[in-house]
Nanobody, 123 residues
Framework: QVQLVESGGGLVQAGDSLRVSCAASGRAFRGGTMGWFRQAPGKEREFVAASSWSEGSIHYADSVKGRFAISRDNSKNTLYLQMNSLKPDDTAVYYC????????????????WGQGTQVTVSS
């Protein structure tokens, strides 16, 4: 069992930066993929970024490429999402997920989920 707890969300202005974190506890999670998804009001949950522990690969949605960066601290079992040049369209609840997906962008293929952290970007 893996527990995921997100933190670091908040209210910022357009153009600002923010870093959200995801602390993983319980059974050490190795060999799989951890990712970030987001869901805005009235919209479906969408892929943001993913990091494969075993392959060492990183993937981003086109909408955040060049502005967001996913990273991890293995010693702390923590996943990060650094968000720069934030836009009002980035406003959403950001979720951390873990699993062994064949398609890293498919939320249905992730097993474990955090409770989410709200990120609001004002114009």
């Amino acid at each position: 069992q893996v527990q995921l707890v997100e933190s670091g969300g908040g209210l910022v202005q357009a153009g600002d930066s923010l870093r959200v974190s995801c602390a993983a506890s319980g059974r050490a999670f190795r060999g799989g993929t951890m990712g970030w998804f987001r869901q805005a009001p009235g919209k479906e949950r969408e892929f943001v970024a993913a990091s494969s522990w075993s392959e060492g690969s990183i993937h981003y949605a086109d909408s955040v490429k060049g502005r967001f960066a996913i990273s991890r601290d293995n010693s702390k079992n923590t996943l990060y999402l650094q968000m720069n040049s934030l836009k009002p369209d980035d406003t959403a609840v950001y979720y951390c997920a873990a699993g062994i997906p064949r398609d890293y962008s498919d939320s249905g293929q992730y097993i474990y989920w955090g409770q989410g952290t709200q990120v609001t970007v004002s114009s």
